[in-house]
Structure formats: structure tokens, C-alpha cells
């Protein structure tokens, strides 16, 4: 089986590896249909250390089941499934809470000796809580959308859910990351009133107006501050969504907030402090946010794609075959290309 693995900064390649097999009876196999490369992705790639052994790669994954142990009620063989960007056991405290992510018994992709997901099957643990039978065949044309379930739909989702955007809201997404698109259809669907997405490439910005944003700022630092201020009557938003993870974008998005408002960071965070000072203190702004509970999202998103509303594969704007998977990487540093879908 050939699988995508990194073996230090830059260094990516697909190599042969062993097949998955079943090693639990509360697993399965799964041959993967569509992968992609995420955001996170680019973090290690730009600044792994060298190993011999190499990492696992890839955390979102839809496809057929292969091969079932025999504690996993209600999939077979055959079953087109999706699987969130973590395994859970469904049945810990914090499952049951809606918290997936802090499952007892969980874990990520490619690590603790786990399969990655950029590769040709997977074994996934806990299958029976983690894998989404999807109602549609192998061939629909739903697969990219149905595709962004694992991680960067429910991500933006989870962003603009855990603010509290709903109508009449005044939102600022804060990064034209595919996880800021989808938190601009988020915000969306969710009945923003108004949408400010913060992003200078003009590709990304245009679908972020096709998904719901009604302003576009590409002004950094203190000129896109004083831009969201004027453009929002001096105030600042309501609900200031994060999702890029570095200390700029989330000393901006404290600077944008208005009194009593939300900043949300779901970016993958780059930095060991956070400028909440007596500023945000004096004008009760509140941070809320974190890794995205993804499963707990899937069921409640998953209509709106089959029916058609929303259309977050959208974001995918380069479809590589397994092999070339290393370009997809270079593609996405150099900013040649939003989100890369593989198809192995």
C-alpha cells in the first residue's frame, strides 16, 4: 500500500507501506476514495525535524469499508463512510458530552503508531463511534463537499458557533484559509447579518463572497484595524472569528472586537500567549473557541450538502492523484492553490 509520509521540513514522499489490518474487534478498514492536504499540514512541513522512520500524513478521508472486526454494530462491508479528523470511542464522558476531541480513548490520525489518512486505506479504530455512513453512491459528485465534513466545514462551523453568530450578528472572519471560507459560510448559513472577511488573495476573497461575505478587507495589521472600525461605525464586530493561528491574527482580532463581543479561534495556534489584557478585560470582551469537535457537528451539517444549500467543496481548487501528493504540498505553501483534494 502506498501512503504519504514526512520525513523532516520539505521532505515529503509517498512510500510503500504495510496494509492496514484489523488489530481490534471495534475496527475497521477502510480503502479511501478522497483525502486532502490541510492547513495544519503546512505547519510541520515548513518545520519538522529529520526522522529516519517519517510521520504518517493526512487526516481527513472518506471511503468504502474494506474489512470490519466483529464488535462494530451497524456498518458493512461495502459502506461509504467519512471519518472525522480524530478517532473516539463514543462512550467516554466527554463523547457523550459532545466533546469527541478529549475522548479518553482517542486520538489523531498518523499518530500513536495510527495509519495518516493521505494514503490508499487506513485502519480506524473505534470505527463504530467514529465512521458517518454516507446515503450516497461512490461515484456522486457531493464526494468534495461530503469530503469537508472531516475537519474544515465542522472547524468553521465550530468557530462561528461556539461566538454565538446568529441573525443580526456583525461577524469579521479573520484569514482566506479554507477554514476562513468556511467559517464565512458558516456564519452564513448561521444568518449573519453582515460578514467582514480579512484576506488579500483575490481567488480566495471571490469565493468568500460567493459564500456570504459582504466586505472584504486586505489591509493588515493597523490599517485592516482602523478598516473593520470604519467600515462598522467605529464599534467593531460583534463576533471575531480566527482561524489562521498566528499572534497577528489574534492580536488583531482583539483589536476589532467590540465591547461585549466574541473573539473565536479555532487556527491551529503558533504562539504561547494571548493579548487578552486590561483592554479586553475593561471592555468585556470574551475568547471562546478551540479544536472543533468535528463528530458531534457531522450529522447536523451532513442535509445541508445533500440537498445542495451549501457547497463547501468549493474550497478545493486542485485535484491531484495520490503520487503527486508532494506538489500538493508545495502548491499550498506557495499559495498556488486553496486546498488540494486527492484522489488516490
Not at 520539505?10 to 492547513?39: F, K, M, N, W
Not at 488573495?201 to 459564500?211: A, K, N, P, S, V
Not at 463581543?261 to 479586553?280: D, K, T
Amino acid at each position: 500500500m502506498r501512503a504519504t509520509l514526512l520525513y523532516g521540513a520539505g521532505d515529503i514522499r509517498v512510500d510503500d507501506v504495510p496494509d492496514p489490518a484489523i488489530c481490534e474487534p471495534t475496527d475497521a478498514v477502510v480503502r479511501i476514495l478522497r483525502s486532502c492536504i490541510c492547513g495544519t499540514d503546512l505547519w510541520p512541513y515548513r518545520s519538522m525535524a529529520p526522522t529516519e522512520q517519517g510521520r504518517r500524513m493526512g487526516h481527513e478521508f472518506l471511503g468504502v469499508i474494506e474489512d470490519l472486526g466483529p464488535e462494530v454494530p451497524g456498518l458493512k462491508r461495502g459502506d461509504l463512510v467519512l471519518a472525522p479528523f480524530m478517532w473516539s470511542d463514543g462512550s467516554c464522558e466527554y463523547c457523550r458530552g459532545g466533546l469527541p476531541t478529549s475522548c479518553r480513548n482517542g486520538g489523531f490520525w498518523g499518530t500513536q503508531g495510527a495509519d495518516g489518512g493521505q494514503a490508499e486505506a487506513i485502519r480506524v479504530p473505534h470505527a463504530q463511534a467514529t465512521l458517518v455512513k454516507l446515503p450516497v453512491g461512490v461515484d456522486s459528485a457531493l464526494l468534495p463537499s461530503l469530503l469537508t465534513l472531516s475537519d474544515v466545514l465542522p472547524t468553521g462551523h465550530h468557530c462561528a458557533v461556539s461566538a454565538a453568530v446568529g441573525p443580526h450578528t456583525t461577524v469579521a472572519v479573520i484569514g482566506d484559509g479554507a477554514v476562513g471560507i468556511a467559517a464565512v459560510l458558516a456564519s452564513k448559513r448561521l444568518g449573519a447579518a453582515r460578514i467582514l472577511l480579512m484576506g488579500r488573495h483575490q481567488d480566495r476573497t471571490r469565493l468568500g463572497r460567493e459564500f456570504g461575505a459582504t466586505d472584504v478587507i486586505p489591509q493588515r495589521g493597523e490599517e485592516g484595524i482602523e478598516r473593520v472600525r470604519e467600515l462598522t461605525g467605529g464599534h467593531g464586530a460583534q463576533a471575531v472569528l480566527e482561524c489562521v493561528g498566528t499572534a497577528e491574527a489574534v492580536g488583531t482580532a482583539f483589536s476589532i472586537a467590540r465591547p461585549g463581543g466574541v473573539v473565536s479561534r479555532v487556527g491551529a495556534p503558533q504562539y504561547a500567549s494571548i493579548p487578552a489584557g486590561f483592554e479586553a478585560f475593561l471592555h468585556n470582551i470574551r475568547l471562546t473557541g478551540g479544536m472543533a469537535p468535528a463528530r458531534t457537528y457531522i450529522d447536523e451539517l451532513l442535509p445541508d450538502i445533500l440537498d445542495g444549500s451549501i457547497q463547501p467543496g468549493r474550497v478545493f481548487d486542485r485535484c491531484l492523484d495520490l503520487k503527486a501528493t508532494p506538489e500538493g504540498y508545495d502548491a499550498m505553501v506557495d499559495r498556488r492553490a486553496l486546498k488540494v483534494l486527492i484522489e488516490p
